[in-house]
Nanobody, 125 residues
Framework: QVQLVESGGGLVQPGGSLRLSCAAS????????MNWFRQAPGKEVEWVSS????????TYVKSVKGRFTNSRENAQNSLYLQMDNLKAEDTAIYYC??????????????????RGQGTQVIVSS
C-alpha cells in the first residue's frame, strides 16, 4: 500500500525559507518519478515540481523556478522541497505525489490522486 507523509510546513514571513519532506513507503521509491503539488485556498490543485526517479532531473512551474529546489534521497525513501524567498502567493497545502507515468516529461500533467495528506504552508507577515 502506497503511503506518503508530508511534513515541514508552517508559518513563515515573506522572504523566508522552509524545507518540506515527504516520507514514502509501500513501493520501490527509486523506480518512480515524484511530484509536488499545492492547493491554495479557493483554488484548484497546481503542479509545482517533478523529479525523475534518479533525482538528476527536476522541473518547476514558472512561478517557483529559481526559488524552490526539488530533491530526493532514494536510500531513505524521501523527497524534499526546499523553498526559499517565499512569497504570500506560495501559501497553500503542499502535497507530494507519486507520478505513475513512465515518461518523466508527462509527470507535469499527471493526476495527483496518489498523494499524502499534505502540509500547510502559510507565508505572512
Amino acid at each position: 500500500q502506497v503511503q506518503l507523509v508530508e511534513s515541514g510546513g508552517g508559518l513563515v514571513q515573506p522572504g523566508g525559507s522552509l524545507r518540506l519532506s515527504c516520507a514514502a513507503s509501500g513501493f520501490t521509491f527509486g523506480e518512480f518519478h515524484m511530484n509536488w503539488f499545492r492547493q491554495a485556498p479557493g483554488k484548484e490543485v497546481e503542479w509545482v515540481s517533478s523529479i525523475n526517479g534518479g533525482g538528476g532531473i527536476a522541473t518547476y512551474v514558472k512561478s517557483v523556478k529559481g526559488r524552490f529546489t526539488n530533491s530526493r534521497e532514494n536510500a531513505q525513501n524521501s523527497l524534499y522541497l526546499q523553498m526559499d524567498n517565499l512569497k504570500a502567493e506560495d501559501t497553500a497545502i503542499y502535497y507530494c505525489s507519486q507520478c505513475r507515468e513512465r515518461n518523466f516529461w508527462l509527470c507535469e500533467t499527471a493526476d495527483s490522486s496518489v498523494r499524502g495528506q499534505g502540509t500547510q504552508v502559510i507565508v505572512s507577515s
